[in-house]
């Protein structure tokens, strides 16, 4: 599965790293992050991890493969 997710703000390089398995892209005051998930646990662990970090994530999709 290929998830796109939108976090406020512009995060640094230094805090995308925390994501190595997502890419991103800065653009309209919100940092874009999208990847392959590998499965339900991986997709909670990610969400755990943006707000173990204070980051607010606004919006979350699946894109087609």
């Known amino acids: 599965m ?3 997710i939108r976090v406020d703000g512009h ?3 230094t805090l995308a790293r925390v ?3 997502l890419d ?3 653009m ?5 992050l999208f990847g392959s998930v590998i499965d339900e ?3 909670y662990g990610l969400l755990t991890r943006f707000q ?3 980051l607010r994530v ?3 999709r699946q894109l087609p493969e």
């Open 24 to 26: 991103h892209v800065v």
């Open 11 to 13: 995060m640094s390089e």
């Open 2 to 4: 290929r998830y796109e």
């Open 41 to 43: 646990a991986h997709l």
């Open 58 to 60: 606004v919006e979350m």
């Open 52 to 54: 173990s970090l204070g």
């Open 19 to 21: 994501f190595p398995e």
């Open 28 to 32: 309209s005051g919100q940092t874009v």
